[in-house]
């Protein structure tokens, strides 16, 4: 059973960066897309960014020039490199790995607070 494990939110203030971290513990090459998705309270999960096992990273509109997805075969590991963060950043942080045919895995989240 293949598991993804978040790590890395927290709180920090405006203006700030974050690394997420996505450890799978199998291999990262037996997944298509890899992306992190966000949910703020009372709000629909919405995609932050994902990348393709050999494509180009994919960035949701809010984020795109602040943050980096990062795929490391190396380490077996998802990232999400956050620069110049902003209170809407706020949230729930969630990690995604589809394998084909049908298989859509997720991790347990980590939080991120960014305060003004």
């Known amino acids: 059973q293949v598991q993804l494990v978040e790590s890395g939110g927290g709180l920090v203030q405006a203006g700030g960066s974050l690394r997420l971290s996505c450890a799978v513990s199998?291999?990262?090459?037996?997944?298509?897309?890899m992306g992190w998705y966000r949910q703020a309270p009372g709000m629909r999960r919405e995609l932050v960014a994902s990348?393709?096992?050999?494509?180009?990273?994919i960035y949701a509109d809010s984020v795109r020039g602040r943050f980096t997805i990062i795929r490391d075969p190396a380490s077996n590991t998802l990232y999400l490199q956050m620069n110049s963060l902003k209170p809407e950043d706020t949230g729930v942080y969630y990690c995604?790995?589809?394998?084909?045919?049908?298989?859509?895995?997720w991790g347990q989240g980590t939080q991120v607070t960014v305060s003004s």
């Open positions: 995604n790995a589809e394998r084909p045919p049908d298989e859509s895995i």
């Open positions: 990348r393709e096992r050999y494509g180009s990273a």
């Open positions: 199998g291999s990262i090459f037996s997944f298509g897309m």
